[in-house]
């Protein structure tokens, strides 16, 4: 019931229904094209300036983690205005292998993972799209969790309607009921704002979804987060997803998000665009002028769920600003 009545409401106000809970959302894979790939290729990416992004293991730090003082030191200083970059940036290679090693946040230490992960990233525009060049070294050994991808790129966006990702980054979309984390009870709740839950505990937000009326209402005001993903495979075209994070992780289908990938030897090259313009639900308009939050997140060698590397919160600008990336024509 309480899924039917969600999709009459996102039906109504002018968006393709959703599934909430156990559903599946509706989701189109997009195949390059030989077009898209040349149009990639036609980008100046020497005139793009590259940037590294140290990306960490993250273990089982949770959303509710970070706001819990006697479980993480910075909650506090958090609470009070300061962003997790502001404390953190320089530390990421640190955290990341005292993590990854067992001696906090991780009960089941992934064997061969490295507790960092270079991530050299450029951005840049044209008319019409938006476009982000991520490049890594891969890495190998170690238990295959996901089995049907390689590795994954993703880029996480918003424009300012959700606060905790301005000072948070992935942290705001990562509980501590998810698979994989401390107070799973053996579903499989995918990433989600707390702002989706009528109550949320240190142990998440379980399925206290809020009024399907309500949650329609923050789709259509923008109160959710961007994603794009690239699915990657060697010998193969990459794939490329977008969609949106509010109650769950939903998959948009024909959401004009395009991937395209190279690898030589362990080193992959992705390419990831969208059109400026936001068309389909959860997208934000990609406009000169507004700042941006991003978020990146690597699944290398087969990861899966939370066993990935992440990076703190960065920003981003259109053609001119202090942003940490400045895509220009």
Known sequence: MYVERLDRIFR???????????????????????????????????????????????GQSSWEWVMTAKDHSGATKFREGKNCKGCHEGEQKAIGETIVKGKKLEPNPPAGKPGALALKVATTRDDERLYFRSRWTGTTGGAKQDPK???RITVMLDDGHVKEFTRAGCWSSCHDDLAGMPSAKGGELTKYLAASRTKVTRSGGGENYKPPGELAQMLKNGNVLEYWQAQLNPGKPAQGIGGYILEKRHEVSNSGVTAEATQKGNEWTVILSRPLKATRPGQKDLVPGKTYTVGFAVHDNHANHRFHHISLEQTLALDKGTADFVAAK
């Open 12 to 58: 109504n106000v002018g968006y393709a229904a959703p599934r909430v809970g156990s559903g599946i959302a509706a989701a189109a894979l997009l195949w390059l094209s030989p077009s898209i790939g040349h149009e990639a290729r036609a980008v100046d990416w020497d005139k793009a300036k590259e940037k590294q992004v140290t990306l960490f293991y993250p």
């Open 149 to 151: 991808n390689a590795a």
